[in-house]
């Protein structure tokens, strides 16, 4: 069986989308890296991984400045938690050649991250 158009697009950028997952330096790298290749795959994944980037700046913001006023130790690791489980996801999928989007806000990065 003769791989599709869809998997050469995958197995190019896998690395690519891999990369996207580990720091914003890697999600620089990654961009940097698919702004020739302009590779579907890698492109899902790096607007995946910029928006768990982006809500994880804006926990931390939150968490940092409100919720620290209220002393809810637990809640901080909770949050994080939350958002080391999402990143698994994500780098998992990626892994896996999968085109998924991490729970509850995957669909929603995509809509907003759409020009990258």
Do not use: C
């Not at 690395?15 to 997952?21: G, K, L, V």
Request: proline share 4%; hydrophobic share 55%.
């Amino acid at each position: 069986m003769e791989p599709t158009h869809e998997q050469y697009s995958v197995d190019d950028g896998k690395t690519i989308a891999i990369i996207s997952y580990f720091t914003v330096i890697g999600l620089i790298i990654a961009y940097l890296l698919n702004n020739d290749k302009n590779n579907p795959f890698a492109a899902f994944h790096i607007r995946q991984s910029l928006g768990l980037i982006v809500t994880g700046l804006a926990l931390w913001f939150v968490i940092t400045i409100f919720f620290m006023m209220l002393y809810i130790p637990w809640l901080d690791s909770v949050l994080y938690l939350v958002m080391v489980v999402l990143w698994l996801f994500g780098l998992i999928g990626a892994v896996q050649g999968q085109k998924k989007p991490v729970p509850v806000l995957g669909d929603e990065y995509q809509k907003w991250f759409a020009g990258i």
